[in-house]
């Protein structure tokens, strides 16, 4: 969602750096972001600690967690329509017309309410709750409830990601890979995309085949 659907994905860092700033007055550099995507709150926040070098206990670690919500839902107040990523509202609707199944597969707590600000809910099918899954991503988890939620085997999906965490996640499911963003960024995915304004059906239904085909 963060960075495919929404753009929404630098607020996320955008948070984590007030945070940083304001508890430990310590900066955080570009390259941590790369670290920070696509996993959950408490994956990036230990990730951020280990790099600041910083030991605190469960209650701290938990308060900061929630602080860090706290900014990133405060950067969301005049979240609307607008913030949907190039193209994808058309993606999406095209896949609905051809009666593709779509879910949400995303890290993010607050993924329903990004749905509904940004209009784009009625577009889904299902939505994991990734509080329920065990092992967040890089682990295949969440994407295989994905597909056990639309009722279909991970061969007759694919998934779109924006982040290391989620190619990987995508890769030990088995689902075809699409990466949103540069090679450094996504470069391990079936199939890249610079940008959502990029993304055709047409390539992401080829790569889907000759995978699926050669299986
Ligand atoms: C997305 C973002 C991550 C973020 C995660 C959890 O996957 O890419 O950077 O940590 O969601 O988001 P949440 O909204 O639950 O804090």
New binding site residues.
């Given amino acids: ?3 495919v659907l929404a753009d ?2 630098s607020l ?2 955008k948070a984590w750096r007030k945070l940083a700033k304001e508890n430990f007055g310590r900066s955080l550099p570009d390259e941590l972001e790369n670290k ?6 408490s ?2 926040l230990s990730v951020i600690l280990d790099y600041l070098e910083i030991t605190v206990s469960k209650a701290k670690f938990h308060r900061l ?1 929630e602080e ?2 706290q900014i ?1 839902r405060n950067f969301l107040t005049d979240l609307s329509p607008d913030e949907v990523l190039p193209g994808m509202r058309d993606f999406i609707t095209d896949l609905r017309k051809k009666g593709i199944l779509t879910a949400l597969a ?6 329903p309410f ?1 749905l509904e600000r940004t209009g784009l809910s009625k577009y889904f099918n299902a939505i994991v709750d ?1 509080s329920k899954i065990e092992a967040g ?1 890089p682990a295949p988890d969440i994407y295989l409830a994905a597909t056990a939620a639309l009722e279909l085997s991970p061969k007759e999906c694919v998934g779109f990601e ?2 290391v ?2 190619i990987q996640s995508l890769k030990a499911a088995g689902i075809v890979s699409v990466g949103i963003g540069s090679d450094h960024e996504v470069g391990q995915a079936d199939l890249r995309f610079s940008s959502t304004g990029d993304i055709n059906f047409d390539d992401v239904e080829e790569i889907w085949a000759e995978i699926t085909n050669n299986a």
């Fill in positions: 969602m963060d960075g929404t994905a996320h860092f920070t995507r696509g996993i959950s709150r994956d990036s967690a860090k919500n990133y995303s890290a993010s707590q607050n993924g990004i990734p991503k924006d982040a965490s989620g």
